[in-house]
């Protein structure tokens, strides 16, 4: 009997109150009646799941861990997640039954302020915005070419009345660990 962690399912970067949800493999050969998922939340030991919904072998389940969990934004998490006691006997390969996810939210991007410029005569013009996140400048305000980064942007030469969009950006990083135990 060989349960194994294969993650959690991607989070929404823009909504504070998701799912936490878990995805896991029968690696085994032998269908799995019953098994358990513990976790913890930055090192807080959460109340174990006990799945009893059967699993064949090779087939894959998503568990929810929380129904909603509530991120605060720019805010860094660290889940770890792991199976055990497959059929109620100890799991036969323990390498796969451990992940830990650290987790940046960045949720919603502050909207940038920027005001109306206006040239007299043909040339480029610069232009400028503000927000509290990353900056990108486009040509067009759904699906536009991407032109710039930052809160200034120089446009191309101009010889007619043209609009230009900024949007608030946020970047972040996240990995995920693979392996046994805690």
Request: proline share 3%; with cysteine.
């Amino acid at each position: 009997d060989n349960m194994s962690m294969i993650g959690l399912l991607p989070f929404d970067e823009c909504a504070n109150s998701q799912a936490v949800i878990a995805r896991v493999e029968n690696a085994g050969l032998n269908s799995v009646g019953k098994y358990m998922i513990g976790y913890s939340i930055d090192g807080v030991l959460q109340t174990p799941i006990t799945v009893s919904n059967g699993l064949n072998s090779d087939a894959i389940d998503n568990i929810t861990l929380v129904s909603s969990f509530s991120f605060v934004s720019n805010t860094t998490y660290t889940f770890q997640v792991w199976t055990y006691n497959p059929n109620n006997t100890s799991d036969s390969y323990t390498g796969n039954d451990t992940i830990k996810l650290v987790y940046q939210h960045v949720g919603v991007p502050a909207i940038p302020s920027a005001g109306r410029v206006s040239s007299c005569g043909y040339g480029k013009v610069d232009i400028s915005a503000a927000s509290g996140d990353s900056i990108a400048w486009f040509d067009e305000d759904i699906y536009g070419n991407l032109l710039g980064f930052g809160a200034k942007y120089t446009t191309p030469y101009l010889t007619q009345t043209d609009t230009f969009y900024a949007e608030a950006i946020k970047c972040k990083h996240q990995y995920t660990e693979f392996g046994t135990g805690f």
